[in-house]
């Protein structure tokens, strides 16, 4: 065996390790929503008291991720990463062993913790791993999970309930968990910080209660019937918070959600732009489903598998990202790959009920590889130009951000919806012509987030790219 060519490679095995531990934290954040009916009548109540779990779940992401930069530095990074799957595998066999609702969410909460340090130390792990030829290739991995999850776990929800118990969904998690702990001790270094810096409680309080207030107004918002004076009370509390944190985090010496990479125009970029781009694209899991089958008449299950197309984009375009960027850089694909992710938005728009079932799967497999190769461009640049001093509170700070901008998706989808049925002055459910009113406000969202990238300089990202301007 040859150990030299192993070592040059070792990068490929932590992402890949990563990406695993992603795929799981990610699916399992989707996979129950079509098992809700099942499991509540197990619990014996009903599927609305049960959403509670997964409100729970996200609740308990939004606070603890903004410490998990602080506790990697403080205990290692390989610690912290076992810990957090061992954790996450833990409260899944607790999920699937549950007999009633408040045990069940008990058990979601205590996944939360997990995922809440499983995704943001698993991309530092990768990043500190990582030269920055390789960055590219590493983040690929690492970020497919993050496409595929939302598309992939309903319909395999639904599978699992069908033909075995909602339980085998925590339970399938236990040997991807157990493979990750093992490879985790093998393959990660447990790089630590040298500094013992106090953790930053004041400013973890404020973030957390303004995620927090910001996540809970986004689920009022998914409902059927949004509750705008809630949800109007909750986002101008997380506000006030979060404005209370940023001018806390300006004045402490270690605050707990560092600032200082907004510095870097690449990774500012990332956070303002690719957050549009984010929310744009996490409308797609949620309005495409409902077209097709309030729309076109559509079966779930022929709904369910035309939105795996998607899936199949974000796949096909992983090989040739690389060569993508190195030809033309950073800059020049956000800004022409964007413009045609809004473009696939805008092509949603003409399809109808007697289009083609083929047609409405290349359309849609193109928009998966549009979405896919913007997705991994972002997350690329993100951390390209960051300094490695830095790159422990970038990475808290983008994680963050990341969970709250896709948990708008659905959000902003119910929102344009409603928008239209209020224009039209209609109610009740929504019509062919909202769908496309959604769509095209969705691709507008888009095209903003690739207009933000214009600023970007043309040798931005170079170094991990290749390419080489003009």
Known sequence: MNFKKLEEHRYVLIALLVAGAFFMEHLDATVIATALPQMAQSFGTTAIALSTGMSAYMLTLAVFIPMSGWIADRFGARTVFGLAITIFTSASILCGLSNGIWGFTAARILQGIGGAMMVPVGRLVVLRNTDKKDLINAIAYITWPALVAPILGPPLGGFITTYASWRWIFFLNVPIGLLGIVLTALLVPNHRSADRNPLDGFGFVLSGLSCVSLMYGLDFMGQQQIA??????????????????????????????????????????????????????????????????????????????????????????????????????????????????????????????????????????????????????????????????????????MSMVMQLTLGMGVAIGAVLLHASLWLRGAGGTPELWDFRIAFFGAGAIALAGAVRAYWLPREAGAEVSGHKPA
């Open 228 to 397: 705008w004076a809630k949800v109007g009370v909750l986002w101008s509390f997380s506000i006030m918070c979060a404005v209370g944190a940023v001018l806390h985090a300006r004045r402490h010496p270690y605050p707990v959600i560092d600032l200082s990479a907004l510095r870097v125009p690449t990774f500012a970029a990332v956070i303002f732009g690719g957050s549009l781009f984010r929310m744009a694209i996490g409308t797609a899991p949620f309005l495409l489903p409902m077209m097709f089958q309030i729309g076109f008449g559509m079966s779930a299950f022929t709904s369910g598998l035309l939105v795996l197309a998607l899936f199949a984009g974000n796949l096909g375009m992983k090989t040739v990202t690389t060569p993508v960027l190195r030809r033309f850089g950073f800059r020049n694909v956000l800004i022409v790959n964007g413009v045609l992710v809004a473009a696939s938005f805008l092509a949603y728009n003409f399809l109808t009920a007697t289009s083609p079932k083929l047609l409405i799967a290349v359309v849609l497999f193109c928009g998966g590889l549009f979405r896919s190769m913007q997705f991994t461009s972002l997350a690329t640049i993100a951390f390209a130009e960051v300094p490695q001093p830095l790159m422990s509170g970038a990475n808290s700070l």
